[in-house]
């Protein structure tokens, strides 16, 4: 006989999960100084586009050699249909029309390496969410980008690990 696991066994109400005490802070840093319209130009504005620049960002060897396992499979990337907002999952991402960018692509994915290597045992974008964006974003945009992004955050307030100045 299989025992129950906790989320069967205790009501939503009852189970604790992580505040999610800066999310929006991250997405004000975002919006910071015009960078999501400056991401504009890097479109990538179909699923096979999507998918192959996630797999390339997957293995590329600095986030092999941080995640290891966590990124040994790909990520799905769906077209986000009947969606308004771009969602990740552990597996899988859903890219509306107007997300597709790979500033958005890089946020989505990050979600996917934070469940994977956490569960949902740490806030959505906490301060590991944020250290995995900032790396895909060091590996798959310009310098100038990545730069430009942890500049947004340390003014924000956003908390994040591994990239200090």
Same mark, same amino acid.
């Given at each position: ?33 015009? !960078?999501?319209?400056r991401w504009d130009n890097h479109r990538l504005e179909t699923v096979a586009?999507?998918q192959a620049y996630a797999n390339a960002l997957f293995t590329h060897p ?17 077209? #986000? ?35 994977? !290597?956490?569960?949902? #045992? ?34 924000? #307030? ?8």
């Amino acid at each position: 006989m299989q025992l129950p696991t906790a989320k069967q066994m205790y009501p939503k109400a009852l189970r604790k999960e992580p505040r999610d005490s800066q999310r929006q802070k991250l997405y004000d840093a975002e919006r910071a100084n015009g !960078l999501w319209t400056r991401w504009d130009n890097h479109r990538l504005e179909t699923v096979a586009l999507m998918q192959a620049y996630a797999n390339a960002l997957f293995t590329h060897p600095d986030i092999r050699a941080k995640y290891g396992i966590h990124v040994r499979k790909f990520v799905e990337v769906k077209d #986000g249909r009947r969606c308004r907002r771009a969602l990740g999952g552990r597996d899988w991402v859903k890219m509306p029309r107007w997300s597709r960018s790979k500033a958005v692509l890089c946020h989505e994915l990050a979600h996917s390496i934070t469940t994977r !290597l956490y569960d949902n #045992g740490v806030a959505a974008h906490g301060a590991f969410f944020c250290e995995a964006f900032l790396d895909l974003v060091k590996v798959g945009m310009t310098a100038d980008y990545y730069e430009a992004l942890r500049d947004s955050f340390d003014k924000g #307030g956003v908390r994040y690990r591994g990239h200090e100045k």
